[in-house]
């Protein structure tokens, strides 16, 4: 990947595993310092060790998105240790499963809590640093939203999740849009289903599998599939890009099914 992201500082939100652990190791391996953030400490501090052990620099924070007063002074700790930031990776979401005449207001509420309310603090505080830092005059200053097919897509009894993902691609052009002049790139990537620890059982069984079947090419994706669209987004090769929302899907949001 070489060292395009040398003298940059990231944060990863929802960085204790999966995607977000992924996303802080390539952002470390590109060049970039890194904070990992999520709600278990436990688990951050261990990804960052690995990435220090593989000769790069991290550290690890306790940070729930959901909790948005906390997301400031988080930040601020990220960047008395490690320096201005100039890259934000809001990986952070959960699932808000359940068939709509049976979400209850508070799985409601927790699902935007943290999907949209977390993308948007997190954005807004994030760019307010950047400004103020000169890293957005600059040119660096890069905020990536992950969102997901949900965004444009129905998932059968995922309405909350389906509409969260929806607000963090219209928010993801809203903010691009408002921040254009300042210098702040918003983009963000809409991911198909990646096989992780939480969802290889469920494909395993007679109904993963028919959903599998469905898929155009029959298969799950893998973290690395969105490598490079992430460092896309995160580097030089963003300075023209900004308020755009990219699917990387293997395909599986495609009508007509398998």
Not at 104 to 113: K, L, M
Request: charged fraction near 20%.
């Amino acid at each position: 990947m070489g060292d395009i992201l040398a003298g940059q500082v990231a944060v990863v939100t929802g960085a204790s595993g999966g995607l977000g652990a992924h996303f802080a190791k390539v952002l470390a391996a590109a060049g970039a310092k890194v904070a990992l953030t999520a709600r278990r400490l436990d688990l951050v501090e261990a990804h960052a060790g690995e990435i220090a052990a593989a000769g790069g620099e991290a550290m690890a924070l306790k940070l729930d998105v959901a909790d948005a007063a906390a997301i400031g002074p988080a930040l601020d700790e990220v960047e008395a240790a490690l320096g201005p930031i100039s890259i934000l990776v809001s990986n952070a979401g959960v699932g808000g499963e359940g068939l709509a005449l049976d979400l209850s207001i508070e799985e409601w509420d927790r699902t935007f809590d943290v999907n949209v309310r977390g993308v948007f603090f997190g954005a807004q505080q994030a760019a307010r640093r950047m400004i103020a830092s000169g890293v957005a005059e600059r040119g660096d200053a890069r905020i990536v939203n992950i969102a997901s097919i949900a965004s444009h897509t129905v998932l059968p009894g995922l309405s909350a999740y389906c509409a969260s993902k929806a607000s963090v691609a219209m928010l993801t052009r809203s903010l691009a849009r408002e921040w254009a002049r300042k210098g702040v790139a918003v983009n963000a990537i809409c991911p198909g289903y990646i096989e992780t620890d939480i969802n290889s059982d469920w494909f395993k069984t007679e109904g993963g599998q028919k959903q599998l079947k469905g898929f155009p090419r029959r298969r799950l994706m893998e973290a690395e599939d969105l490598d490079a669209s992430l460092l896309m987004l995160c580097g030089p090769a963003a300075r023209a890009i900004t308020g755009t929302v990219i699917t990387i899907d293997d395909g599986q949001s495609l009508p007509g099914g398998g």
